[in-house]
């Protein structure tokens, strides 16, 4: 079974940093567009973060830019996000998805979802 393994989330204060981790298996990462996306409780699962296949284009929802970057190492199956200067409203569980290439706007667009890391940003 495809599925991302994700890791790496804690409880931060704020200010703090954390790296996460998303492991692929079953598959390999290569012709992958990956996402980070955040879940908050009781509100819908949104994109964070995206690099492209080839990791030449980046993007970051307009509340992370600057705090948080995303790389890939595929050689190693893995996608990191570094996570710099957390903030309360970064709170949720982190997840990441695939899509064939190239990234999207739209969570829709993205599978193979694991189980996600939890990250608290206290105050």
């Known amino acids: 079974q495809s599925q991302f393994v994700e890791s790496g989330g804690g409880l931060v204060q704020v200010g703090g940093s954390l790296r996460l981790s998303c492991v692929a298996s079953?598959?390999?990462?290569?012709?992958?567009?990956i996402g980070w996306f955040r879940q908050a409780p009781g509100k819908e699962r949104k994109g964070v973060s995206c690099?492209?296949?080839?990791?030449?284009?980046?993007s970051y929802a307009d509340s992370v830019k600057g705090r948080f970057t995303i790389s890939r190492d595929n050689g190693k199956n893995t996608v990191y996000l570094q996570m710099n200067n957390l903030k309360p409203e970064d709170t949720g569980v982190y997840f990441c998805?695939?899509?064939?290439?190239?990234?999207?706007?739209?969570?829709?667009?993205?599978?193979?979802w694991g189980r996600g890391t939890q990250v608290t940003v206290s105050s």
């Open positions: 079953g598959f390999t990462l290569d012709y992958s567009a």
């Open positions: 998805g695939r899509r064939s290439f190239y990234c999207s706007d739209f969570t829709e667009d993205f599978e193979s």
């Open positions: 690099i492209r296949f080839n990791g030449v284009a980046k």
